[in-house]
């Protein structure tokens, strides 16, 4: 079945640093990616999306590129704020066997920055 | 617009209680969905509603029952709850089940005593 594999927190790094948060998936079919952010106490936001390969989302500053060699979506930030703490989820959308689409999500991954 | 609410917002249940948590979308959403949130565990689906009048098993859904009372609302019942469905709960709803972006629902953190 499908899976995401997302790098394990905590991230902690210091505010105006650069943002790494590695994602890799198997899928069966041609899955769509996302990044969702979760801020303490609050739902799930989408961050941002890339449909096909070689697609890249972006959005607050934030990127990733959707790599199909190397079954990649990796989250990228050039200069993180305090604001920017929170959990981030990879997922990806792809049909099942009942041809019905679903959201697989990894295990999310803590982000704090420091002032 | 309110986007997606869920009530409670916190609930503590004895072993064996049953309750329903409820979830109402005011974006004219086609389909609907229950997750469960547990650490490291990320979010796993646990019913899944694509349109009104439909609903169907996601990963986790044992110990679970919902109903898809119209095409705003959509609850998930616990009709004997257990201590392993201690957990926050989220609601989310979608345009379509196809590829479109869910928007979350604030959470339900339920404790099983």
């Known amino acids: 079945g499908d899976s995401v594999t997302q790098m394990e927190g905590p991230v902690t790094l210091s505010e105006e640093a650069f943002l790494t948060i590695n994602c890799t998936y198997t899928?069966?079919?041609?899955?769509?990616l996302f990044w969702y952010v979760q801020y303490p106490g609050e739902g799930l936001q989408l961050l941002l999306k890339?449909?096909?390969?070689?697609d890249k989302g972006s959005n607050k500053g934030f990127e990733a590129t959707y790599r199909k060699e190397t079954t990649s979506f990796h989250l990228e930030k050039g200069s993180v704020q305090v604001s920017d703490s929170a959990v981030y989820f990879c997922?990806?959308?792809?049909?099942?066997?009942?041809?019905?689409?679903?959201?697989?999500f990894g295990k999310g991954t803590l982000l704090t920055v420091n002032p | 617009n309110a986007g997606v609410t869920q009530t409670p917002k916190f609930q503590v249940l004895k072993t064996g209680q049953s309750m329903t948590l409820q979830c109402a979308q005011d974006?004219?959403?086609?389909?609907m969905y229950w997750y469960r949130q547990d650490p490291g565990m990320g979010l796993r689906l646990i019913y899944y509603?694509?349109?009104?009048?439909?609903?169907d098993k996601g990963e986790v859904p044992n110990g679970y029952n919902v109903s898809r009372l119209n095409k705003r609302e959509f609850s998930l019942r616990l009709e004997s709850a257990a201590p392993s469905q201690t957990s926050v709960y989220f609601c989310?709803?979608?345009?379509?089940?196809?590829?479109?972006?869910?928007?979350f629902g604030p959470g339900t953190r339920l404790t099983v005593l």
């Open positions: 890339a449909t096909k390969a070689d």
């Open positions: 509603s694509a349109s009104e009048g439909t609903t």
């Open positions: 997922a990806l959308s792809d049909r099942d066997r009942g041809s019905n689409y679903k959201l697989t």
């Open positions: 974006m004219n959403h086609n389909s």
């Open positions: 989310a709803s979608s345009w379509t089940e196809t590829l479109n972006e869910q928007f």
């Open positions: 899928a069966t079919g041609y899955p769509s």
